[in-house]
Structures are given as structure tokens and as C-alpha cells.
């Protein structure tokens, strides 16, 4: 879900201005799953460009605030969610706590880093949403040590329909701030994309697995 539309067409320009991403339609990337895909997202990016980095913090807080009002905890996804989680927290003087992918191997062995008490109402930060799996993992963990998640948010989603049943499956309200449909109107309109290009990205969109196969 998108709160704001003048936000999700900002923050996809400013994706696309840094290259965080990248559209190559002709020339598709491989991704670490072996598929084929026309885009490439890597929001770490956007940390090293004070103005978006910014934008984004501020994006995400002005949405909680006005959204999630009862939030009482921000909590990031490992790795690339915990920089934007802790700057979104700072933002809005609330306590920051990390999720890893596993329990840390040594130590007090903790996969939840930081003080969160059972009851406590949390927004989970996350870079990027594909099929919805690692951060619907994440928000399992913080259920099982008695957190309420209020939301998860994300810089962008591809939204795809297997990310959106698994959220609905999972009980677990989300947002982003931009996403893939956005993307490519804003890559259209400032010529990111050749009109030719549209039906090849749309084409990926509506089935990734199908389009993928054809590029072998």
C-alpha cells in the first residue's frame, strides 16, 4: 500500500537519478535466485546521498505518524533495513531494536538486538519487498518474543501477488514508500525507459517467472 503518491513518484526518482535502480529491459540482470529480471534494486545506495537518505527518513516518519500512531517501537530487518530503521526512530525519538535472519551463533545468542519488552507495538523498516519472505520472517520472530507489529514499511516493492497474499496471509498490514507501477511511469515520463521498453517491463511484471524462462 501506498500512502502518499506524491512520495512514491519522488522517492522513484530519486531511485532511478542514483541508479539505486537500474532498468535494463534488453540486457537483464541475473538475480541470486537464477532468475532473469529487467530491473536491479539496491537501496543501500541511497545511504550515501544525504538529500535522498533525508527524504526518505522523513517519508517514513511523517507516514507513521500519521498512520500508525500507537507505534511505540521502529525495528529494522538485517542488514540493509537497519540503517533507514535506526534514522526513522532518531526521527521520531522512539526506541530501535534489529532483527538478524538467525540467532547470533555465540553471546547471549539474541536475534532480536536491543531492549523490546513483550506488548510493545512495533513498525518494522525494511529496504525492499520481492516475494515478502525474509521480512515476513523477521515480523515472526518479534511476534514470538510477544511484540503487537503494527506494519511493516519498505523503501520500494516490486508488488508482486505472492508478496501481497503472503502479507494478508500473515496478518501483517504493509506499506511502501514508492513501488514497481510508479517506478515505471516516472522512468516513462523523464525517459529513463523508451516508450518501446514499457511492454517488456510490464510483460516481466505481470508474470517474472514466465519472462524469465523466455530470456534462456
Not at 544525504?50 to 522523513?58: D, E, F
Not at 525519538?93 to 553471546?107: E, L, Q, S
Not at 511484540?147 to 498490514?173: H, M, N, P, R, W
Not at 514508492?178 to 515505471?184: G, V
Request: a neutral charge.
Amino acid at each position: 500500500m501506498i500512502y502518499n503518491n506524491v512520495i512514491a513518484r519522488e522517492v522513484a526518482e530519486y531511485l532511478l537519478e542514483i541508479r539505486a535502480v537500474v532498468l535494463k529491459p534488453n540486457e537483464p540482470f541475473t538475480w541470486a535466485s537464477g532468475l532473469k529480471s529487467p530491473i536491479y534494486c539496491d537501496n543501500r545506495k541511497t545511504l550515501s546521498y544525504p538529500k535522498v537518505r533525508s527524504y526518505i527518513k522523513s517519508s517514513f516518519a511523517d507516514t507513521i505518524s500519521e498512520e500508525m500512531k500507537n507505534a511505540e517501537v521502529i525495528a529494522g530487518v538485517a542488514t540493509a533495513g537497519i540503517p533507514h530503521g535506526a534514522l526513522v526512530a532518531d526521527v521520531l525519538n522512539k526506541p530501535f531494536v534489529y532483527v538478524r535472519d538467525k540467532p547470533k551463533a555465540h553471546g547471549m545468542t539474541n536475534q532480536i538486538e536491543g531492549k523490546l519488552d513483550a506488548g510493545q507495538k512495533v513498525v518494522v523498516i525494511e529496504d525492499l519487498i520481492s516475494t515478502g519472505g525474509s521480512s515476513l520472517k523477521a515480523v515472526e520472530v518479534l511476534r514470538q518474543a510477544g511484540a503487537e507489529v503494527v506494519a511493516l514499511g519498505a523503501v520500494f516493492a516490486y508488488g508482486f501477488d505472492t508478496s501481497i497474499v503472503a502479507f494478508e496471509q500473515a496478518k501483517c498490514k504493509f506499506f511502501t514508500l514508492s513501488d514497481y507501477p510508479t517506478l515505471l511511469e516516472v522512468a516513462a515520463r523523464l525517459d529513463y525507459i523508451k516508450p518501446n521498453e514499457i511492454d517488456t517491463l510490464t510483460e516481466w511484471y505481470k508474470d517474472p517467472e514466465v519472462w524469465s524462462k523466455k530470456q534462456a
